[in-house]
Structure formats: structure tokens, C-alpha cells
């Protein structure tokens, strides 16, 4: 298999903090890949970049072949993405925020029309299609944005703490979905979690980063035999360290972006 995401020595600096430092690191395609690390080790911040969302201070990125700082739009279409923070339009129906996504990636009318009905009925949130968002809880806007994240049948699916806030019901049934669509489809799924059980259960691979830096990869197995541990939260421990962690680049980025929504 060849790799649909390769990232070669990428830095991001915000003034005087080096969020992300020399990152290097290849995904194969098909893989379900989990990227870890403690509060603002750069986990973040290098999935926005690889998104378009960000631009690098340095280094090298390659997204199903195109470069996210060149070829900004081809990256786009080839990914879906559940970011950390929610993007939803609160103001649109559960229908309404799917089929402005739908729209946006050129689906057809047909076609999304069953696959919004399928999504929403897989987050069990189609008999609330009708309903505004801003009604919703917090896991409900979640497994809304899980839908709309897979409705264009992106290659790669980003997913940045996607279980956060979910029931273990929800988060069982969503992974069995993931694990299913990159089985059949071979959609590749690149996601952060802080739960480090289900790192190990659901990742074929997994890169641990702290202090911006990657300081482990390998099956969750390796980076146990590697600590000498019995679970991937003692090997996670192990290479990361006891202490309690502050955001630094993401936090940093969010409170110059507010600042700067305050100005305007």
C-alpha cells in the first residue's frame, strides 16, 4: 500500500511557542491510525494543517498525493473532518446543516438525499432531521457532525477527539460504523482520543507526540514491549510523563482568534 498521508520535518510556530516541532510521519491508506498525546502536544494544530486550516511554519505534507498549502481545494475534497470544537450552524435543522454539506461537495440530489437519510439514521438523529441544532445536547451535535464528517465518502476521515462527551453505547456504535466503512471502502481514519483504551483497541497504528514532538510510533503492542507495560495507558505514561498539561499552540491560536472576532 502506499501512503495517503506523508508528513516530513513540519514545524508550526505562534511567536515565541514551537507548537509543532520536526514532525515526520507516514499514514498508509486504509489504515485506522491514532494520533496521541497529552493537552497541547500539537496533536491539533498538525491536523490543521494537514486540513488546509493552517499553514506551516516548515516542512513537508503530502494529503491523497496534493500539498494542503498549494492545492488547497483537492485536499478538501479528498477529507472529512470532526474537529475538537463544533463547526455546526446552530441556526439550520440536523437536514438543513447535512444538506448544505452535501451541496458544498458537488453530491448529487439524489444521491444525498439517501445518504443523508442513511447517516442520520446510523447517529439515530433522523427522526430530529427537522429540529434546529441549537435544541440538540452535546452528544447529539456530536454524532451530527460524525454524519456530515463521512457524507461525501472522503478517502481520509480526521477525527479530533470524536467521542468526546458520547455515551459508551454511541461511541461503540460509531466505531463498529468506522471500522466497517474502512473495511469495505478502505477509508482511511486518522483520529486523536484521550481515551487510551479505545487507542488500543481500534488503531492499527499509533504516533505519540509530546511537546509538539513525535517520541514513539508503532502498534499499540510495540509501544507497550518498548516501555515495558502492560497497557497502552502505562506506555503512554511511560513516554509522556506524570504531569498535568495546559494547552499551549491550540489554546494560544483560539485565544488570538477570539480576540480578534472581539475587535470586529
Known amino acids: 500500500m502506499s501512503a495517503v498521508i506523508e508528513v516530513e520535518h513540519l514545524c508550526k510556530r505562534f511567536g515565541d511557542v514551537m507548537a509543532v516541532k520536526d514532525v515526520t510521519v507516514s499514514v498508509e491508506a486504509g489504515d485506522i491510525f491514532a494520533f496521541l498525546g497529552p493537552n497541547g502536544a500539537g496533536k491539533s494544530t498538525t491536523i490543521k494543517m494537514l486540513t488546509t486550516i493552517l499553514r506551516p511554519s516548515s516542512g513537508r505534507m503530502r494529503v491523497n498525493g496534493f500539498d494542503p498549502v498549494t492545492q488547497s481545494y483537492a485536499v478538501r475534497r479528498s477529507f472529512g473532518i470532526v474537529f475538537q470544537d463544533s463547526s455546526l450552524d446552530e441556526d ?4 438543513e446543516n447535512m444538506e448544505f454539506h452535501a451541496i ?6 439524489a444521491e444525498r438525499r439517501q445518504r443523508i437519510h442513511t447517516l442520520l439514521d446510523f447517529v439515530e438523529l433522523y427522526d430530529r432531521r427537522d429540529s434546529l441544532v441549537r435544541e440538540f445536547s452535546g452528544g447529539m451535535k456530536r454524532r451530527l457532525e460524525i454524519a456530515r464528517g463521512l457524507l461525501h465518502e472522503p478517502k481520509i476521515i480526521f477525527l479530533d477527539e470524536p467521542t468526546l462527551g458520547l455515551d459508551p453505547q454511541t461511541r461503540n456504535h460509531m466505531w463498529s460504523y468506522l471500522q466497517d466503512l474502512n473495511a469495505r471502502q478502505g477509508t482511511t481514519v486518522f483520529f486523536t482520543t484521550h481515551y487510551m483504551e479505545e487507542a488500543e483497541r481500534i488503531a492499527r ?6 511537546h509538539g514532538a513525535i517520541v514513539a510510533m508503532g502498534t499499540a503492542e510495540e509501544l507497550c514491549a518498548q516501555t515495558s507495560s502492560q497497557s497502552l495507558e502505562q506506555a503512554f505514561l511511560a513516554l509522556t510523563g506524570h504531569d498535568i498539561r495546559e494547552e499551549a499552540g491550540g489554546g494560544l491560536e ?3 482568534n477570539l480576540r480578534k472576532a472581539w475587535r470586529r
Open 104 to 109: 458544498l461537495y458537488g453530491v448529487g440530489k
Open 92 to 95: 439550520l435543522t440536523a437536514f
Open 254 to 256: 483560539r485565544m488570538r
Open 205 to 210: 497504528h499509533i504516533a505519540i507526540i509530546d
